[in-house]
């Protein structure tokens, strides 16, 4: 009898770890609507209980006006903040509780989660694109795994509705734990504001050169030929805004400007123009012995005098009653104006000149 009995102890426990092991597997799988006693449901029985569970679940929402609690706007008050997805573990299967199976992992404490989101950011996971779907994170809702990986939310819900188990799709570890996350969002917006901002110093850039080109005429003739025909035109277009419609004034009064420019070069003509007599001179070379004129205002060495032979160098004397040393006066000509402009002007009073060489 004791042994049938043992015999018979040993036939229920092998049942019970059948059993046991049987609902694991059921259970890791996530297969639902299945069940060891029973047969599967058929699909007229789902909709029929899918039905009366929405109906059961259903409650009427009124609005009564009052100030909603904080938990009512959580989302809306602060919509990147981080939570759990499942924040109590698993309850246990009968093989696990048994002993046959190893428990699953408590839930991360928050301490534990920062060493994990750490890790995904070392790696720049949220950075890169979605492992599943090869796309940007963007302003998508975004998954953090207990394994440090990073997901799209709706991918990862597609990928577990697809294999029908719990399995990160990279590291393959089952039992893993979900919290959601913004970084993805939180480095769109950055990068989106720095191409904004670039786009804006880029088009001040161009603004600021275009006025600077208008600006500066360039180094190569043609293209200075060219800047200054666009300002000619510029100002002659200013000029004829800027006037009434009245055209026979605008012409009156350049007829008057040139009237004027036309007497002004008449005036200097008349004055550095005609050829002075030897009286003249004799008066300019009187003004300038009263002016006790003993060196050279260019070289800063003593001029020729009557009677001296030591210096040699001759004397040049101008209409303005200046004297010069010819050689220096012929040099200060050439570097000065050329031969482009057939008036020159005393180094000392800048008046027009005709010029004498003083005999020894």
Request: aromatic share 6%; glycine share 2%; proline share 6%.
């Amino acid at each position: 009898m004791l042994r049938n009995k043992d015999h018979s102890s040993k036939k229920d426990n092998l049942a019970v770890t059948a059993v046991a092991l049987q609902d694991h597997i059921l259970h890791d799988l996530q297969i639902r609507n299945l069940s060891v006693a029973g047969h599967p449901k058929t699909k007229v029985q789902k909709k029929e209980n899918k039905s009366k569970s929405l109906k059961r679940d259903a409650k009427a929402v009124i609005d009564t006006g009052l100030k909603k609690t904080p938990e009512d706007y959580k989302v809306e008050e602060d919509p990147e903040k981080e939570y759990v997805l499942d924040p109590a573990p698993p309850p246990l299967t009968l093989a696990q509780k048994l002993g046959l199976y190893a428990p699953p992992p408590p839930p991360l404490s928050p301490a534990e989660w920062e060493r994990v989101k750490q890790r995904s950011v070392l790696h720049g996971d949220s950075a890169q694109p979605c492992p599943i779907c090869k796309e940007d994170f963007k302003l998508h809702p975004q998954v953090l795994l207990s394994c440090s990986h990073v997901f799209h939310r709706v991918c990862l819900q597609a990928f577990e509705k697809f294999t029908n188990k719990k399995t990160c799709p990279l590291c393959r570890r089952n039992q893993y734990q979900t919290r959601v996350i913004h970084d993805g969002a939180r480095l769109f917006r950055a990068k989106c504001a720095a191409r904004i901002q670039a786009c804006w110093r880029g088009y001040i850039v161009r603004k600021w050169y275009q006025s600077l080109r208008k600006a500066i005429p360039p180094t190569d003739a043609k293209l200075r030929k060219k800047f200054f025909e666009e300002k000619f035109l510029e100002i002659s277009h200013r000029i004829l805004c800027s006037y009434d419609t009245n055209i026979e004034e605008l012409f009156a009064e350049i007829d008057h400007c040139l009237t004027i420019n036309q007497s002004i070069l008449q005036h200097l003509d008349e004055k550095c123009g005609h050829e002075l007599t030897d009286e003249d001179w004799e008066k300019i070379q009187v003004q300038a012995a009263h002016r006790e004129i003993s060196e050279c205002s260019i070289c800063l060495t003593p001029l020729w005098l009557h009677g001296d032979s030591r210096h040699p160098r001759a004397t040049v004397l101008l209409s303005c009653a200046h004297l010069f040393h010819h050689t220096c006066l012929l040099a200060l000509e050439q570097f000065s104006l050329g031969d482009s402009f057939p008036l020159h002007t005393c180094p000392l009073c800048r008046a027009c000149y005709q010029k004498k060489i003083l005999e020894c």
